[in-house]
């Protein structure tokens, strides 16, 4: 009896043991999932901190950078819209004696004959030309040549020179062989937004054959690009 009841305490003894070891053993697990819990949500925070840092640092950084190159865009967007928009708004009319108004005879004798006229911005603002230029050839008579029907629309924009800009018009010329004129220069006015003419400048004629002859001549809105720049 007594080594059964030897036996019944040690058997007991055992098992609370046991469940002891157990429930130590259960508790390491529960540890190490908290911890694994833990490592998990770290892991998990590091991806989303990476992600955040690497977003904030993406952003910071390429966004950042991105900025700043937006920033850069913006800026020289700004500055060129700034060009366009600021300081076109800003900008006044070009006077022509901050201009510099040159001309070239092209196609001499040809078909397409015309003189090729630039005005450059030789200020130090940008400033504006719209329109086109009033021209008066050589010494005929006061009228201003009429503009020329064969020419594109929208010639009332203002067309806004940077310093240093350009900007071309032409004078076409048509020789009909017959009671014609003859010179080698001519004058020529900007024209206000409200289509007055300014003052008026002599232009002389560079080139080869300096000298033009004419029947009948039109002219053409001033534009950024060379007209008949064949």
């Not at 901050?98 to 030789?122: I, P, Y």
């Amino acid at each position: 009896m007594r080594t059964s009841r030897i036996r019944t305490a040690t058997l007991a003894a055992v098992t609370a043991a046991l469940a002891l070891g157990l429930t130590a053993c259960g508790g390491a697990d529960g540890g190490s999932k908290a911890a694994g819990g833990d490592s998990a949500a770290a892991t998990a925070q590091s991806p989303s901190a990476s992600n955040g840092d690497g977003k904030g640092g993406t952003q910071a950084h390429s966004g950042g950078d991105t900025k700043e190159g937006a920033r850069s865009t913006t800026a020289s967007g700004g500055t060129d819209e700034a060009g366009s928009k600021g300081t076109t708004a800003g900008a006044q009319q070009c006077r022509g004696d901050e201009m510099l108004l040159t001309a070239v005879h092209r196609f001499a004798g040809q078909q397409g004959d015309h003189l090729l006229v630039t005005a450059s911005n030789k200020g130090t603002k940008p400033c504006w030309v719209t329109s086109y230029p009033a021209v008066k050839l050589g010494d005929v008579d006061g009228t201003a040549l009429p503009h020329s029907k064969k020419d594109n629309a929208g010639g009332g924009k203002q067309i806004t020179l940077q310093p240093g800009g350009k900007a071309y018009s032409a004078v076409n010329l048509f020789d009909y062989g017959s009671k014609n004129h003859t010179a080698q220069s001519f004058s020529l006015a900007l024209r206000g937004a409200d289509g007055h003419d300014g003052p008026f400048y002599s232009v002389d004629i560079k080139g080869e054959k300096p000298q033009f002859t004419w029947n009948e001549a039109d002219v053409l809105n001033w534009n950024t690009k060379k007209p008949y720049d064949i």
